[in-house]
Antibody, heavy 125, light 107 residues
């Protein structure tokens, strides 16, 4: 059974870089059929998808964060990572990593997030 | 971006009630919609994918319907464990977007 675990600093200073890692156990970030996402949730607010890395290494980022975000992977360690530069208080949130399960619909692949990490709180202050 | 709008934002109900939550997309998304349940301090948990497919291990009292721009999540008989916040999410096009959430409270 696949499990995901986020790790990284809980406190980041404004203008610095937020770096988080998601460790995948019971599965592989290079296995076909899956994408690997980051989602965040500011205190008391809703969910925001940040982006994903596909098993091939292809990435996609939400446009509002694209200029500041990098998602990468280390297949040898079974991990994928989030890097968010120039952070402000608005980036304070619980950050989740999640696996996307592939579906074939009308000859195209789509992904819904079926396994999530427990989340890690990052405060920018 | 596709905007997802849920209604109501808050719902008060009793154990045993039938509960329906609506999610509307600003553009057609076919059936590429998922529903998640989130409890305080916990990660979201997928209930429904592809608008109406029940995720493995999810109780059958949860069901989803709809396509295009209008979708519903129904809980046929509300149980104590179901008091939580529910989110819809479209995965038809990038960026993936969530509804603002519906909190189901005890009446």
């Amino acid at each position: 059974q696949v499990q995901l675990q986020e790790s990284g600093p809980g406190l980041v200073k404004p203008s610095q870089t937020l770096s988080l890692t998601c460790t995948v156990s019971g599965g592989s970030v290079s296995s076909g059929g899956y994408s690997w996402s980051w989602v965040r949730q500011p205190p008391g607010k809703g969910l925001e998808w940040i982006g994903y890395i596909y098993y091939t290494g292809t990435t996609y980022y939400t446009p509002s964060l694209k200029s500041r975000v990098t998602i990468s992977r280390d297949t040898s360690k079974g991990q994928f990572s989030l890097r968010l530069t120039s952070v402000t208080a608005a980036d304070t949130a619980v950050y989740y990593c999640a696996r996307g399960r592939q579906q074939l619909v009308r000859s195209s692949f789509y992904y819904y997030m079926d396994v999530w990490g427990i989340g890690t709180t990052v405060t920018v202050s | 971006d596709i905007q997802m709008t849920q209604s109501p934002s808050t719902l008060s109900a009793s154990v045993g009630d039938r509960v329906t939550i609506t999610c509307r997309a600003s553009q057609r998304i076919s059936s590429l919609l998922a529903w998640y349940q989130q409890k305080p301090g916990k990660a979201p948990n997928v209930l429904i994918y592809k608008a109406s497919s029940l995720e493995s291990g999810v109780p059958s009292r949860f069901s989803g319907s709809g396509s295009g721009t209008e979708f519903t999540l129904t809980i046929s008989s509300l149980q104590p464990d179901d008091f939580a916040t529910y989110y819809c999410q479209q995965y038809n096009s990038y960026p993936w977007t969530f509804g603002q959430g519906t909190k189901v409270e005890i009446k």
